[in-house]
C-alpha cells in the first residue's frame, strides 16, 4: 500500500512540475512570461538603410523667404528602414512579373491541376486552391496559350499580329484593414451587448452599419502596369517617344527610377513586398517582420536631412554646386540647362553622392509618393510624436480630397523644389513622368 501511495504522489509531483511550465499559463507561482519562444534578431532589409530615432524641426528653413509664414514644428520620429535609393524599372518589373504569373497559373489551373495546390501535406483539403509557383509554365506552349488566351491582347488588337501580354488586363487584388475606423470610439466592440454599434465606409464611399470584424477589412484591386504615355502627355511639343515605348521594359533603363505610377500602384507595391516576405518567412517557420509601405512626409524629410536638421538640401549647405562648380543632384539647373547637371532626364538612382544615412537621390531625379494627405495648414494640428495625416479618399470625393504630399522635386523643377523643407502634392489618381517613390518599414528597435 505504501508502494503504491509512493508511485501516485511521485505521479502528482511529476504533473505539478510539468504544470509549471505548460498550459494554463500557471507557471511556478511566479511572474516568469509564457514560455519562452524561439530569438529574434531583426537583420538589415536588401537595399535599404537605418534611419535612427531623433527629433527635428519641420517646416521651411530660416532662408526660404518664398514660403514665409508658415510654422515651423519640433517632432520627434521613431527609427525606420528606409530605401537607399528610388524604387527602380527592374524592381517594379518583378512585382508586375509576379501579377502575371500568378494570373496565368489560376488560368492554367482550370485545365492543368497542377498548377494549384488543393491539399497540405497532411491530405486536408485547402479552399481555395493555392498558386503552386514550383510548376514551369511553358510561354510558347500552343495549349497553354489556349488557356491563358484571356491574358492576351484580343487579335483585332495586335500589331502585325505578335501575341503579347495585354497589360490592362494585370490586376493585382489585396486586402488591407483599416485601422483608423476600427480605432474609433464610436466603432469600438461592445462587450455588454457583444456586439459593434458603430458605421464604417467601405471601399465604395458607402456608409454601412458594423456586422464584425470583417467590416474593417478592404479589397482593392489596382491595375499594376505602369501610364507609359506620361512621358508624352506631361509635355506639349516635346517629342519624347522614345521614353514612352522604351524606358520601363528596356534593359537600359533598369536602374532608373520606375515612373508613371499613381499613389494606389505604389500601396499596392508596398502590399506585394509584404506579401512575399511574408510567406518565405512564414515557410521557414520564422517570425514575421513590419510590413512595407509609403513613408510619411515626416519621416521622408527626417531621413533627406540625414541628421543635419538645419540645411537646406540633404548634402548640407547653401548651395548646389561643390567646391569644383559640379552640380549635386539632378534636377534644373540655370535656364532650363537640363543637361548641365549630367542628365536631361532621369538619371540612374544613386549617380550623385548619398547624404548622411546613406539615402541616395533625396533631392532631384524623381519626386516621391508619401503616404500623407496634403493640407495647407497640416503642421498647425500634426502631432508632434511620429505626425503624419491620412485620409483615403473615395471615387466620388472632389479633387481636393484626393491630394497626396510629394516630396524631393525631380529632374524637371528649379532648386527650390529640391530643398529637404519643400512640400508640394499629386492627385492620388494622376501619373507623371517626374514621380516615382521609395519603401520604408517600421523597424523593432534601436540595436542597429
Not at 528653413?61 to 520627434?76: I, L, N, Q
Not at 519621416?299 to 548640407?316: I, T
Amino acid at each position: 500500500m505504501k508502494r503504491l501511495l509512493s508511485i501516485a504522489t511521485l505521479f502528482l509531483i511529476a504533473l505539478s512540475f510539468a504544470g509549471c511550465f505548460g498550459g494554463g499559463g500557471r507557471g511556478n507561482g511566479e511572474l516568469t512570461g509564457v514560455e519562452r519562444r524561439q530569438r529574434f534578431k531583426e537583420t538589415q532589409p536588401l537595399g535599404m538603410v537605418y534611419v535612427r530615432r531623433g527629433s527635428f524641426n519641420i517646416g521651411p528653413s530660416d532662408e526660404d523667404a518664398s514660403r514665409a509664414g508658415v510654422p515651423t514644428k519640433t517632432v520627434s520620429q521613431e527609427p525606420f528602414w528606409m530605401d537607399d535609393t528610388e524604387i527602380t524599372n527592374n524592381e517594379y518589373r518583378q512585382f508586375v512579373e509576379w501579377v502575371k504569373e500568378s494570373m496565368a497559373r489560376q488560368m492554367l489551373g482550370d485545365q492543368y491541376p497542377e498548377f494549384m495546390i488543393t491539399e497540405d501535406r497532411k491530405g486536408n483539403i485547402i479552399d481555395p486552391p493555392q498558386i503552386n509557383w514550383d510548376e514551369k509554365i511553358d510561354w510558347e506552349d500552343p495549349d497553354m496559350q489556349m488557356a491563358m488566351e484571356d491574358l492576351y491582347l484580343p487579335e483585332n488588337e495586335r500589331f502585325f499580329g505578335k501575341k503579347e501580354i495585354d497589360t490592362r488586363k494585370l490586376v493585382y487584388e489585396y486586402w488591407w484593414v483599416d485601422l483608423n475606423q476600427a480605432a474609433k470610439r464610436s466603432n469600438s466592440f461592445n462587450y455588454e451587448t457583444q456586439r459593434y454599434e458603430g458605421n464604417v465606409y467601405n471601399e465604395d464611399g458607402d456608409l454601412v452599419p458594423i456586422e464584425n470584424r470583417s467590416s474593417f477589412m478592404m479589397q482593392d484591386q489596382v491595375h499594376v502596369y505602369p501610364d507609359t504615355l506620361c512621358w508624352i502627355r506631361d509635355f506639349t511639343y516635346s517629342y519624347n517617344e522614345p521614353l514612352a515605348t522604351r524606358y520601363f521594359w528596356h534593359p537600359g533603363f533598369d536602374d532608373y527610377p520606375v515612373v508613371g505610377v499613381t499613389w494606389k500602384q505604389v500601396n499596392a507595391f508596398c502590399n506585394w513586398r509584404t506579401k512575399i516576405q511574408t510567406d518565405y518567412l512564414s515557410e521557414k517557420g520564422e517570425p514575421t517582420l513590419m510590413a512595407y509601405r509609403l513613408p510619411t512626409e515626416v519621416e521622408w524629410e527626417y531621413a533627406a536631412r540625414g541628421g543635419k536638421d538645419f540645411s537646406m538640401y540633404p548634402w548640407g549647405g547653401y548651395y548646389t554646386r561643390d567646391e569644383k562648380g559640379v552640380f549635386l543632384a539632378n534636377f534644373k539647373p540655370l535656364r532650363g540647362n537640363y543637361v548641365e547637371d549630367g542628365s536631361i532626364a532621369t538619371i540612374k538612382v544613386g549617380s550623385y553622392d548619398p547624404n548622411e544615412y546613406g539615402l541616395y537621390d533625396m533631392a532631384g531625379n524623381v519626386a516621391e509618393w508619401t503616404s500623407t494627405a496634403y493640407d495647407e495648414a497640416g503642421y498647425n494640428y500634426f502631432s508632434d510624436l511620429n505626425p503624419t495625416f491620412t485620409y483615403n479618399a473615395r471615387k466620388d470625393d472632389p479633387a481636393v480630397m484626393k491630394r497626396k504630399v510629394i516630396r524631393g522635386g525631380s529632374w524637371k523643377d528649379i532648386s527650390q523644389f529640391v530643398q529637404v523643407s519643400t512640400r508640394n502634392y499629386e492627385y492620388q489618381d494622376t501619373t507623371k513622368s517626374y514621380v516615382g517613390f521609395r519603401c520604408v518599414r517600421s523597424t523593432f528597435g534601436e540595436e542597429f
